[in-house]
């Protein structure tokens, strides 16, 4: 059996590790798009004005609602085909824009990773005590001296876990991708099993290697909380 994950023409290895790295590529440059989708929707939300606030809500609604995968859908077909049938529409005769299926699959994880995010953050901003900006404002501090002095360590602090658990949702919401051709790690472990007709063996690999994607990552967000609450005071 250890010979299916052998690297070369006699094995699989070669194809499940092309497949991790796409993944783990994938998830790497989903998160900044997502976190500043995220940063911007939680600034809608917590602005003064009523339409302001209004597309906020709307936005985090309607792509909490969707399932993931409808998400991937709309991104790659509908978007897709809007962009191709615009571009053939200023060059008439030519082949068009595609929207490749890795750009599609980062945008769609990305719209609804910002929107959960953007919860978090709000949240975050809002457990930042008023006395401590107050404060700053007393000491003749501007907007962005306040942004990035008080805010924004202390908002770290606060939204980390939520962001956290955002971050593990978004390494396993990457095995959706390979419904749209992106030769990620779950897309490699069905080519496998469809040749091997070995699905227990490969998609338990696969299950191995997510959990400890997670793992790496849990150790890693575990070391960056106690980072960012250190000098701070427990009950």
């Not at 985090?60 to 615009?86: C, D, H, Q």
């Not at 390979?178 to 338990?204: C, E, W």
Request: proline fraction near 4%.
């Amino acid at each position: 059996m250890l010979d299916q994950f052998s690297f070369g023409n006699t094995g699989w290895g070669d194809e499940l590790l092309s497949g991790l790295g796409v993944t783990v590529r994938l998830a790497v440059a989903t998160l900044p798009v997502g976190l500043l989708i995220g940063f911007g929707v939680a600034q809608l939300l917590m602005a003064r004005s009523f339409m302001l606030r209004a597309v906020g809500i709307g936005y985090t609604t309607l792509m909490r609602g969707l399932p993931e995968i409808l998400t991937l859908f709309m991104v790659y077909n509908g978007v897709g085909l809007a962009l191709k049938s615009f571009s053939q529409h200023f060059a008439p005769g030519g082949a068009g824009f595609d929207i490749s299926p890795f750009v599609a699959g980062t945008t769609a994880l990305a719209l609804v990773f910002g929107a959960f995010a953007a919860e978090v953050i709000r949240g975050g901003f809002a457990a930042i005590p008023r006395g401590q900006i107050e404060a700053g404002q007393a000491k003749g501090m501007n907007p962005a001296q306040i942004f990035w002095r008080i805010k924004l360590p202390q908002l770290w602090r606060f939204a980390l876990p939520g962001l956290g658990n955002l971050w593990l949702g978004l390494l396993k919401d990457t095995s959706l991708v390979s419904i749209i051709a992106v030769n990620d790690l779950m897309r490699m472990t069905k080519v496998a099993v469809g040749v091997t007709k070995q699905p227990f063996t490969f998609y338990l690999v696969a299950c191995a290697i997510y959990w400890i994607l997670c793992l790496l990552s849990e150790t890693a967000l575990a070391r960056m909380e106690r980072r960012a609450n250190r000098g701070v005071a427990r009950a």
